[in-house]
T-cell receptor
C-alpha cells in the first residue's frame, strides 16, 4: 500500500541555523505534497505545499523541493527561530484515490 | 479553523461501549476525512468521504464506522471492536479532495477508554 517515510524523527538546531526534513513516498500516483506544522495540543496547520509538476517552491524562510524520479521531497527552513519549534508532518496525496497519507512526523526544537 | 467543529474536546468511555465523535463543517467542502493520532505514529487515515452518501476505508478502518448523510456532517463511531480506541481523533475537510487542495483540520477529540 501507500507509504510515506519521514526523517529525522527529532531535530535540534541553534537559532539562526537551517533545518531540513526529508520524506519519501511509494505511490507513483502521488501528485500533491503538503507540509503541516503542529504545535503542542493544537491541530495541524498547512505551512507549504507542492504539486508534482513543480520541482521547488519557496515562501519566505520555508522551501520545499520535490524529486519525482527518486520519490523524495524535503522541507527546508532557514534562519530558524524558537517559534519554529513544533512537530512537522509531510504528506502525499494520490490523484486516483484522494487519500492523503502522512509521515510519522519530525519534532523540531530550536534553541535560542 | 472555525469552519470545522469537533465535539466534544474530551470524551471518556468504558470499554465495550460504542461512542460517536461529531464533525461538522460549514465550509461547503465536498470531501471529509478522519485521522487518528498516536504519539510517535503521526496521523493515520481511518475513513474518508469525497461526496455525500459515499465513503471509503482508510488504512486503519477496522473497528470504526462512518456515515455521510449530509454534506456538512461526517460522524465517526468507535465500536467495541476497536482494540485500542484511546487516541486523539482529527477530522478534516477540503473543497475537492486531498489530491487537489489542502486539508483544514478541526481541533480534535481526545478519546479515553478505560
Amino acid at each position: 500500500g501507500e507509504n510515506v517515510e519521514q526523517h529525522p524523527s527529532t531535530l535540534s538546531v541553534q537559532e539562526g541555523d537551517s533545518a531540513v526534513i526529508k520524506c519519501t513516498y511509494s505511490d507513483s500516483a502521488s501528485n500533491y505534497f503538503p507540509w503541516y506544522k503542529q504545535e503542542l495540543g493544537k491541530r495541524p496547520q498547512l505551512i507549504i505545499d507542492i504539486r508534482s509538476n513543480v520541482g521547488e517552491k519557496k515562501d519566505q524562510r520555508i522551501a520545499v523541493t520535490l524529486n519525482k524520479t527518486a520519490k523524495h521531497f524535503s522541507l527546508h527552513i532557514t534562519e530558524t527561530q524558537p517559534e519554529d519549534s513544533a512537530v512537522y508532518f509531510c504528506a502525499a496525496a494520490s490523484w486516483n484515490t484522494d487519500k492523503l497519507i502522512f509521515g510519522t512526523g519530525t519534532r523540531l526544537q530550536v534553541f535560542p | 479553523d472555525g469552519g470545522i467543529t469537533q465535539s466534544p474536546k474530551y470524551l471518556f468511555r468504558k470499554e465495550g461501549q460504542n461512542v460517536t465523535l461529531s464533525c461538522e463543517q460549514n465550509l461547503n467542502h465536498d470531501a471529509m476525512y478522519w485521522y487518528r493520532q498516536d504519539p510517535g505514529q503521526g496521523l493515520r487515515l481511518i475513513y474518508y468521504s469525497q461526496i455525500v452518501n459515499d465513503f471509503q476505508k482508510g488504512d486503519i478502518a477496522e473497528g470504526y464506522s462512518v456515515s455521510r448523510e449530509k454534506k456538512e456532517s461526517f460522524p465517526l463511531t468507535v465500536t467495541s471492536a476497536q482494540k485500542n480506541p484511546t487516541a486523539f481523533y482529527l477530522c478534516a475537510s477540503t473543497p475537492q479532495g486531498a489530491s487537489n487542495s489542502p486539508l483544514h483540520f478541526g481541533n480534535g477529540t481526545r478519546l479515553t477508554v478505560t
